[in-house]
């Protein structure tokens, strides 16, 4: 009943920048948490950054001062803006959404995109 939907994926130069956005929609009363992860091939899947409804972030040690995630509540949005990229960073990056739907209310559902590609590569 709820879906997470994720864009901006890509090839991108080594020290580049890149926006990836994500959205939830559906049966939504209320989404708590909102993150990205990565997936590297032949490797698990890891957090990148995730962010509380109220705004506080968390950020893997790997890309912090490089990469910067936002939401927007109205819009059951959140977007990760990827600056001096690696190419270790090539991966799938999902996002994923912890909702509480309208049809109910006592349980909380994390919620997954397929995910998107973004290639690091010169």
């Known amino acids: 009943q709820v879906q997470v939907v994720e864009s901006g994926g890509g090839l991108v130069l080594p020290g580049g920048s890149l926006r990836l956005a994500c959205k939830a929609s559906?049966?939504?009363?209320?989404?708590?948490?909102m993150g990205w992860y990565r997936q590297a091939p032949g490797k698990q899947r890891e957090l990148v950054a995730t962010?509380?409804?109220?705004?506080?972030?968390n950020y893997a040690d790997s890309v912090k001062g490089r990469f910067t995630i936002d939401r927007n509540n109205a819009e059951n949005t959140v977007s990760l803006r990827m600056d001096m990229v690696k190419p270790e960073d090539t991966a799938v990056y999902s996002c994923?959404?912890?909702?509480?739907?309208?049809?109910?209310?006592?349980?909380?559902?994390?919620?997954w995109g397929k995910g998107t590609l973004v290639t690091v590569s010169s």
């Open positions: 994923n959404a912890v909702v509480v739907s309208n049809s109910d209310r006592l349980r909380a559902t994390t919620y």
């Open positions: 962010v509380s409804r109220g705004g506080t972030t």
């Open positions: 559906g049966d939504i009363f209320r989404v708590n948490d």
